[in-house]
Structure formats: C-alpha cells, structure tokens
C-alpha cells in the first residue's frame, strides 16, 4: 500500500509507460495539464494538491526532444511554487546525452547543459535508465539514479538463445556492457572497430573476436539511424554468423531507420519503452519491445520509503 504523500504526473512524451508505472504501483496518475499557448508556448497546469508530497515527474526527453524538455523543465518549476516536498524527474530516456564532452573545438557540452537546467528548475533527483556514458552523472550535484534494462534484457536472451551465443558490442566503448552480459550469460565477447566520418554515419570496418558458426547479439544502449547497428549486422553475417539479432535500450529510430532494419540481416531487434515506437516500428514484426516500468516501479518504491535500491545495480558495466 503505498503512502498517500506520493504523486505522479507524467507529460506527454511517453503516456503508456507512465500509466504503467501508476498501475504497477497502484497509484494514480496525477491531475495535470500539460498543452500548449496558441502561440506554441507550453502550457502547464497542476490540478491537485501537492504540498509537502514526494512528487515524481515522468518524461523522457525523446523526439520532439526540445518540446518534452521544456514540458519536463515548466512541470518542475509549477510543482515546486506548488511547494512540492520534493521533485523527482524520471527521464527514462535522457536526451542531449551523446552530447557529452568536446569532439571539436568551439562545440557545446549538451549533456551538461542539461542537468544544469533540471536542477536550476528545482530537481531534487533524477531517475534515469542506460545513459549513453555513466559520468553524465557528475554533471548534477544532486543524486542520480541511473537504472539498467538489463533485468529485462537478459530473461529474453535466455529464453531465445541456447548455445553458440556471442555478445557483440558495435564500438569499442560498449565493450564494458557487452562483457558484463556475455560474463552472466556465460557467452562469447566481440566487438566491431569501426570508424565514424559524421553524426549519425558510421563505417563498419572489421571484427574483433570470433563470429563463425555463432549466434550473434548486438548489444547498444541507443539505436538512432541505424546505420552502425545495420552495417555491423552485415558484417557480423559476413564472417559466418549462424544470425545476428541486436538488443537497445532506446528506440530512438529516427528517419529511414525501421526501412533500414527491415533491409538489415537483422533477424531480430529488442528494445525497451523507454522511448514510444513510432507506428512503422510498432508495426514491424521484426521488432519487439519490452516494458521497463516493473524497474522504474521498484526504485520509485525504493526512493519514496528512503530505503536501499541497489539490487537494481547489480550489473555494473
């Protein structure tokens, strides 16, 4: 039974897994608009009682990305002049995170940017799930909980793949998550040099690790374009995979993605709803996706009674 001073308000990037989140924790959501001006201004308006309550705002910052940012940043700023005890941002997805250090001279530091705007609208802690690296956590000097997917990820894997199993991680800088899956899993390692001519291009260049005759997953904490993810699958098959599925968090599957995929060796593409599937996506029966709202439900719980949610940890990439 959970405590009468919780409140959860959600804007409108992702409603299902928000209505989820409330149902596992047999809370309702809270009373909130949350539209537009007619001039595109956003509009928010919290319509019930939150002083002195423990308030939860759940939003991932996902295309439209500066559209939910600002609904996240005005629901903030209404709930804490409403004299919310106080305000926790669940961003299951958290935009601008690739945007974490200088590739180029005389370019920003995104990611940084914005945890300086969660916490100046009046975050006292943030909920997250897979951020793209773990040290955007020092960008916030208030806590941070940065969940994983994996205690959804690794049953399917399980039920789905038996023997032969590689783990293959698209870049040398998913290496650390790659190996801790393939280490519980009990799996081979690989992992794909590649190198990157711009934004959202990458060239797959060759494998690192042994593929032959193997079941091979692609494990990343973002899909986008799905150029990278495409082109590993490739070549993954190339040198003699049996098959080649991937695993994501975060669905981002922006512009010809899902064409993409469908096009792709790809046999099979999981990922999480931390991100809403567009309806191509939805539609695809090569993509399945499954819910996080059970993990986003057990550390809500955790942080509201002030006790320990580092079970939810246990896999530290």
């Known amino acids: 039974m959970m405590n009468t001073d919780l409140k959860i308000f959600a804007g409108n ?18 009373k909130a608009f949350v539209g537009t001006f007619s001039d595109g201004e956003i509009r928010v308006e919290i319509g019930e009682n939150v002083r002195g309550k423990d308030v939860f705002v759940i939003q991932s910052t996902c295309q439209p990305v500066n559209t939910n940012l600002m609904e996240l940043l005005i629901m903030i700023d209404a709930l804490k002049r409403a004299s919310a005890r106080r305000i926790t941002a669940v961003i299951p997805y958290y935009g601008y995170a690739r945007q974490d250090r200088k590739v180029a001279p005389r370019v920003p530091i995104s990611a940084k940017l914005v945890a300086d705007l969660l916490t100046s609208a009046g975050s006292n802690r943030i909920l997250t799930m897979d951020l793209h690296v773990g040290q955007i956590q020092g960008f916030f000097n208030i806590p941070v909980d940065n969940l994983y997917a994996s205690p959804v990820m690794m049953p399917y894997i399980r039920a789905h793949f038996r023997n032969n199993l590689v783990m293959v991680s698209p870049d040398a800088g998913g290496v650390p998550r790659a190996r801790a899956y ?4 009990q799996a081979s390692l690989a992992f794909i040099d590649k190198r990157r001519d711009a934004p959202g291009k ?5 494998i690192i690790g042994e593929v032959k005759g193997m079941d091979a997953v692609i494990l990343d904490d973002i899909i986008d374009t799905g150029g990278t993810l ?19 968090s975060h669905p981002v ?16 593409l999981v ?11 939805r539609q695809s029966e090569r993509i399945v996706q499954l819910s996080v709202a059970p993990l986003f439900c057990k550390a809500i719980t955790g942080i509201h009674q002030e006790d320990s949610i580092s079970s939810l940890f246990d896999i530290q990439f």
């Open 182 to 185: 393939a280490k519980r899993l």
């Open 230 to 248: 495409t082109q590993a699958a490739q070549v993954i098959m190339d040198q003699g995979a049996n098959s080649v599925c991937a695993i994501c």
């Open 271 to 281: 990922v999480s709803d931390t991100i809403p599937l567009r309806d191509n996506a």
């Open 13 to 30: 990037s992702n409603p299902d897994l928000a209505l989820e989140i409330c149902n596992c924790l047999s809370t309702p959501l809270g």
């Open 253 to 268: 599957l922006s512009g010809p993605a899902v064409e993409k995929i469908t096009a792709s060796p790809l046999k099979r």
């Open 202 to 206: 990458a060239k797959a260049m060759h």
